[in-house]
């Protein structure tokens, strides 16, 4: 068994990952008032801007103003679920308005709106197994159950449907990938966990320092399967998906993703990293002395891909 494990870590160790692409598709909806048009798309803008300068590995679309439409959006996943690969990471992320009559959430556009349950058809034919969709507008929990699937994770800016205020959430979210105190493990990269954690957090401040009663609470759902929560719960395997969802980089990491010399060893480190968080998952069901063997091999993996990285 030992054996078998040991030949199982050093294929670990020794495999290089393929370097993923990642398709980023944002779009900030319909807006209504001129304070919301110019709070979306500035969300909007700024994260195109940040998406674009992550790697060269990126692939960022981002829809404002009269491109927010279903017949432009339906075109650009589209484009996406045509060009992306089974290895590659997809996120979608929702700005905006949205609606729920207590059966169906919908996405407001300029034009038509989009339901939930025809976005999650659209991002179902988008052959990427990891996939992330954050919906920061109202009512967003609303649209969990319609999105829900294995290799997907959730964020919702509301935590049901009947939270339809407007959400100050996104502005949180976009924050995130700007702010390095939002990179927690300090690895020179926010996780879709980490955005989740800051933005939430920061809008539970705003409320508390305006002296509101907050009208959204965050959530995620990362497994497929059962309600959403808002925080990650080991036991059950939330957070896990998010954890591993890689968003944007800046310092050393940036310049590795953007160097193609570099990129292939930035890729092996993510990949110990996402090994080494989903150990810590299983570690309630392991023995401490396997847990510490195979923490071991994979951090001694790691600080040898770091070395190499630095020279």
């Given at each position: 068994?030992?054996?078998?494990?040991?030949?199982?870590?050093?294929?670990?160790?020794?495999?290089?990952?393929?370097?993923?692409?990642?398709?980023?598709?944002?779009?900030?909806?319909?807006?209504?008032?001129?304070?919301?048009?110019?709070?979306?798309?500035?969300?909007?803008?700024?994260?195109?801007?940040?998406?674009?300068?992550?790697?060269?590995?990126?692939?960022?679309?981002?829809?404002?103003?009269?491109?927010?439409?279903?017949?432009?959006?339906?075109?650009?996943?589209?484009?996406?679920?045509?060009?992306?690969?089974?290895?590659?990471?997809?996120?979608?992320?929702?700005?905006?308005?949205?609606?729920?009559?207590?059966?169906?959430?919908?996405?407001?556009?300029?034009?038509?709106?989009?339901?939930?349950?025809?976005?999650?058809?659209?991002?179902?034919?988008?052959?990427?197994?990891?996939?992330?969709?954050?919906?920061?507008?109202?009512?967003?929990?609303?649209?969990?159950?319609?999105?829900q699937r294995a290799g997907r994770a959730v964020i919702a800016s509301t935590k049901s449907g009947t939270e339809k205020n407007a959400t100050v959430f996104a502005r949180y979210f976009v924050e995130a990938l700007q702010d390095p105190a939002a990179d927690v493990d300090k690895n020179e990269s926010v996780s879709a966990l980490e955005a989740f954690q800051y933005a939430e957090r920061k809008t539970n401040e705003f409320y508390t320092s305006?002296?509101?009663?907050?009208?959204?609470?965050?959530?995620?759902?990362?497994?497929?399967?059962?309600?959403?929560?808002?925080?990650?719960?080991?036991?059950?395997?939330?957070?896990?998906?998010?954890?591993?969802?890689?968003?944007?980089?800046?310092?050393?990491?940036?310049?590795?993703?953007?160097?193609?010399?570099?990129?292939?060893?930035?890729?092996?480190?993510?990949?110990?990293?996402?090994?080494?968080?989903?150990?810590?998952?299983?570690?309630?069901?392991?023995?401490?002395?396997?847990?510490?063997?195979?923490?071991?091999?994979?951090?001694?993996?790691?600080?040898?891909?770091?070395?190499?990285?630095?020279?």
């Amino acid at each position: 068994m030992k054996a078998a494990l040991g030949v199982c870590l050093i294929g670990v160790l020794l495999s290089t990952p393929a370097h993923a692409t990642v398709y980023y598709v944002t779009i900030a909806g319909l807006v209504g008032e001129p304070d919301y048009e110019q709070r979306f798309t500035a969300s909007a803008k700024d994260l195109d801007k940040q998406l674009k300068a992550t790697g060269a590995d990126a692939h960022v679309y981002s829809l404002t103003g009269g491109e927010a439409t279903r017949a432009r959006l339906t075109q650009v996943l589209g484009e996406v679920a045509r060009d992306a690969k089974p290895e590659d990471d997809f996120v979608l992320i929702l700005i905006g308005h949205g609606s729920y009559d207590g059966v169906e959430y919908k996405f407001n556009l300029v034009g038509p709106d989009m339901s939930a349950a025809n976005l999650a058809a659209l991002c179902n034919r988008v052959p990427a197994k990891r996939q992330l969709i954050v919906n920061a507008t109202s009512s967003s929990g609303g649209s969990i159950p319609a999105f829900q699937r294995a290799g997907r994770a959730v964020i919702a800016s509301t935590k049901s449907g009947t939270e339809k205020n407007a959400t100050v959430f996104a502005r949180y979210f976009v924050e995130a990938l700007q702010d390095p105190a939002a990179d927690v493990d300090k690895n020179e990269s926010v996780s879709a966990l980490e955005a989740f954690q800051y933005a939430e957090r920061k809008t539970n401040e705003f409320y508390t320092s305006q002296k509101r009663l907050a009208t959204e609470h965050a959530v995620f759902e990362d497994t497929g399967k059962g309600e959403p929560v808002r925080a990650p719960a080991a036991d059950i395997g939330e957070g896990r998906l998010l954890s591993s969802l890689t968003l944007v980089r800046f310092g050393e990491a940036q310049k590795a993703a953007l160097d193609p010399a570099k990129r292939d060893l930035l890729a092996k480190k993510e990949d110990l990293e996402r090994q080494i968080d989903v150990l810590k998952y299983q570690k309630a069901a392991m023995s401490q002395n396997e847990y510490e063997q195979q923490l071991k091999a994979l951090l001694v993996g790691l600080a040898r891909v770091q070395a190499a990285m630095d020279k």
